[in-house]
C-alpha cells in the first residue's frame, strides 16, 4: 500500500511547528535566567554598600553614645560695681523765662532787630520804638525848666532885698512875708520842671528796647510799624540760656535725692546716648493730684535738649556691686527668666533667676545663679532642660 503524500506532508508540518515552539521557549528561558541573574547581582552589590555603610557609622558613633545637640560658649557671671538710680520722667523746662515788654505806650514800633533763636548779651538792643514825639515832649520841659530857674532865680533876688529891709521898717511884714513865699512856689515849680524832665529823658531812654541779661530768644511778638503798649509782652527769652530737667519722683524716692547728685536724661532724636546734668533742688511740696514731686535738674549748655521736650533719666544715687549676665544669656519664658548653667557631664541645666538692673547689653541677677556657675552665653532659645552641649571658643 503506497503511503499518502498528503498526511506526510501533513505530519512534517506539525513537526516543524512544534520545533519552532520549542526553540520558543527556550530562547524565553533562557532570557529570564539572565534577567534574574542580573537581580540578583545587583541586590547583592546593594546589600554590600549597606554593609559597608552600617559598619561605617559603627565605627564613627559607637552604640549608646549621645550626640550633642548644639555648640555652645560657656561663661561665668562677673560681679560689677553698678549705679544705683532713680528712674524718673518729666519736660524740659527753662530755668527762668524773661517777660521783655514795653514801658511807654502809644507809640509805633519803628524797628526789630532780634528774632526768635537769636543769642542776645545784656544791653543789646532789641527793638526800638518811635521817639520823635518823645523827643519833642523832652525839649520843651528842658525849657519849662529853664523858664523855672529863671524865676527862682528873680524870686531868690526879691526875697533876699525883702530880708535886708525887714528890720527898716521900708517894707511891711505881709510883704517881706509875700517875697519869701514867692521863692519858695519858685523853688518848687523848678523841681517839678527837672522832674518832669527825668520823666522824659526815662521815657526816651525806654524807646530801646534792651536785653536785661544774656541768653536766647525763645518768642518775639513785636511787630514794626505796630503801636506799643504800655506792659505789652515784645519778646521773651530764656535766661543764660539755661534748661533744667523736672524730674517727678514718688516720695519714697525724694527722700533719697539729694542736690548734687548725678542724673542721667535721654533725650528723643538725640545723637548722644545721653545728657548728664546735675540735682539743683528739691520741690517742698508733692502734687495732690498725682502725688508725685518734682526735682530740678540743672541741663548742661550745648546739650541737644530743648525747652519743652519729654525726658526719660534717671538721679544716679551710689554704686553697689551686681553680678551680671549679658542679656543673651536670659531667656524669658512665661513671664519668667531663666538661664542654662553647664554641667561636668556637659548636659545643660534650666535655672529660674531674679533679675534686677538693666545696665548697657548686661542684666543684673539677684538671686537664682551662684557665682562659679558655668552659663550658656547665647542661643539659650534652642535649648531644653537636660541637653547634652559640646562647649566651644
Sequence with gaps: MQPDPTSSKTSLVAYDSQTADDRRTDRWHHRGWWIAATAAVGLLAALGLFARSGLAQSEAAPAGSPRPSLTVQAIAPEAQDWPV???????????????????????????????????????????????????????????????????????????????????????????????????????????????????????????????????????????????????????????????????????????????????????????????????????????????LAVVYVDVPLGSPARAGMFARGEIVLGQRTALSLPQSAVLLRDGFAYVFTVGADNRVTQTKVTTGRRNGDRVEVLSGLSPQARVVAGSVAFLSDGDLVKLGS
Design 85 to 291: 538710680s532713680v528712674a524718673a520722667n518729666g519736660s524740659v523746662k527753662a530755668w527762668q523765662e524773661v517777660i521783655i515788654g514795653a514801658e511807654v505806650g502809644g507809640y509805633r514800633i519803628a524797628e526789630v532787630t532780634a528774632q526768635v533763636g537769636d543769642r542776645v548779651r545784656k544791653g543789646q538792643l532789641l527793638a526800638r520804638i518811635a521817639s520823635d514825639t518823645i523827643e519833642a515832649e523832652l525839649a520843651q520841659s528842658v525849657a519849662a525848666a529853664a523858664e523855672a530857674a529863671a524865676q527862682l532865680e528873680e524870686a531868690g533876688l526879691n526875697a533876699a532885698r525883702a530880708r535886708s529891709l525887714a528890720d527898716s521898717g521900708a517894707l511891711s511884714t505881709q510883704q517881706v512875708q509875700q517875697y519869701l513865699t514867692a521863692e519858695q512856689t519858685a523853688r518848687a515849680r523848678l523841681d517839678s520842671a527837672r522832674a518832669r524832665v527825668q520823666a522824659d529823658e526815662l521815657r526816651l531812654k525806654h524807646t530801646q528796647i534792651l536785653a536785661p541779661d544774656h541768653g536766647v530768644i525763645s518768642a518775639r511778638r513785636a511787630t514794626v510799624g505796630s503801636l506799643a503798649q504800655q506792659g505789652q509782652e515784645l519778646f521773651q527769652m530764656i535766661r543764660q540760656e539755661r534748661l533744667e530737667w523736672h524730674a517727678e519722683v514718688t516720695a519714697e524716692e525724694l527722700s533719697r535725692v539729694r542736690p548734687g547728685m548725678p542724673a542721667r536724661l535721654t533725650i528723643a532724636g538725640a545723637e548722644a546716648s545721653a545728657v548728664v546734668g546735675q540735682v539743683r533742688a528739691l520741690a517742698p511740696t508733692l502734687d495732690p493730684q498725682t502725688r
